[in-house]
């Protein structure tokens, strides 16, 4: 907030700047992304924008051409499909089991290919079941892209918000040796608790980075300087507030799980990473609420908790709980979410 005070004092950063984003925030991020994703990038490879969706957004118009077909491992976030579409391609999903843990693998993907494929979405941890995929597993999804000349789009703005020993989830990019065809999205949003401040980034082959900010140049020019210089302390000052975010959303999520666990006809898989619960909740849906969609809406009008039903993400038959609350209000709510399951 200092950071961020100063500058907005300082007439400097009244007015516009450069497209791809500020010198010093474009040299932190390399910094940040050798520390978290283990990956050298150079200044050409990186475009600031304003937010994750826009970086995601941009990435697809840079990279998609009309009926490419990007594979999304789903449950995935809404915005995916959105965008890919908007910009021509075709998103094809590619269905995960709970008993996996709401992974994908080289084998899934491999019944999704077509000579059409493109690209693929790899998002760990995830939005909406909270899934984090090791090492191992991120590599082998990497080497199958390689072997088939497709492009990764990963999404790693969750990377720290991880409750397992590591403090980061592993990198695609990272661990992945020689993968080329890669664009990292990240940003402050998640992990520095900054979803206002719009600050998000892509980074890539030079080329593609280019395209893209030629898209940005003329649909938003700069991100504001100011938020662009309190990511710059965000991403570079002292990080025990993330440690201490993660500790309490890691609390959070266990007093979710614990409570959840008392209720009948409810099933959940443990997510290792981002702050959501992903429960399969057909066990209680019955002829009032035969969709996770209108049990969202009961539990909304009746116990006056908002979800998200699985529908939204390409899951029927669940809902998605976010523990970005309190801890009296994130219990005060599931407890009034398992009394009502109780009484279907
Ligand atoms: C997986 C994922 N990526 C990106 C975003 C958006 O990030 P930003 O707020 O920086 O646009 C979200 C927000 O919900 C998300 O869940």
Not at 115 to 144: C, H, M, Q
Request: charged residues 20%; proline residues 5%.
């Amino acid at each position: 907030m200092a950071a961020a005070r100063l500058a907005a004092e300082d007439s400097v950063n009244h007015h516009y700047s450069a497209n791809v984003g500020l010198l010093h925030l474009r040299q932190a991020i390399v910094d940040y992304t050798n520390a978290h994703s283990g990956v050298e990038v150079d200044l050409t490879q990186i475009l600031v924008s304003n937010g994750a969706k826009q970086a995601i957004f941009q990435t697809f118009a840079a990279l998609l051409d009309p009926g490419d077909e990007v594979l999304l491992p789903a449950p995935h976030w809404v915005t995916y499909p959105a965008g890919i579409e908007l910009a021509g391609g075709v998103p094809v999903s590619v269905p995960t089991r709970s008993e996996d843990g709401f992974k994908v693998t080289p084998a899934d993907l491999t019944k999704h290919l077509t000579p059409n494929t493109k690209l693929i979405v790899f998002v760990s941890p995830s939005n909406p079941t909270g899934a984090v995929y090791s090492a191992d597993e991120a590599r082998a999804i990497g080497e199958w892209a390689k072997e088939h000349d497709i492009w990764v789009m990963a999404d790693e703005i969750y990377q720290r918000l991880v409750y397992g020993s590591d403090d980061v989830a592993a990198s695609i990019a990272g661990v992945t040796p020689d993968l080329d065809k890669v664009i990292l999205i990240n940003g402050v949003a998640k992990s520095f608790a900054m979803t206002g401040w719009r600050v998000g980034w892509m980074i890539g082959p030079a080329d593609i980075v280019a395209a893209a900010a030629r898209y940005q140049s003329h649909a938003t020019g700069n991100v504001n300087n100011v938020a662009q210089i309190a990511a710059v302390e965000a991403i570079s000052g002292p990080q025990d507030t993330v440690v201490a975010m993660r500790e309490a959303f890691d609390k959070r999520r266990q007093t979710m799980l614990s409570m959840l666990a008392d209720a009948p006809g409810i099933d959940c898989v443990e997510p290792a990473g981002a702050f959501y619960v992903f429960p399969d909740v057909a066990g209680v849906l019955n002829d009032t609420y035969p969709s996770s969609e209108r049990l969202a809406e009961g539990l909304l009008e009746e116990a006056g908790v908002a979800v998200v039903p699985g529908d939204s993400f390409g899951a029927t038959g669940f809902i998605r709980l976010s523990y970005a609350l309190s801890d009296t209000d994130l219990e005060r709510g599931v407890s009034r979410m398992v009394s009502m399951f109780g009484r279907l």
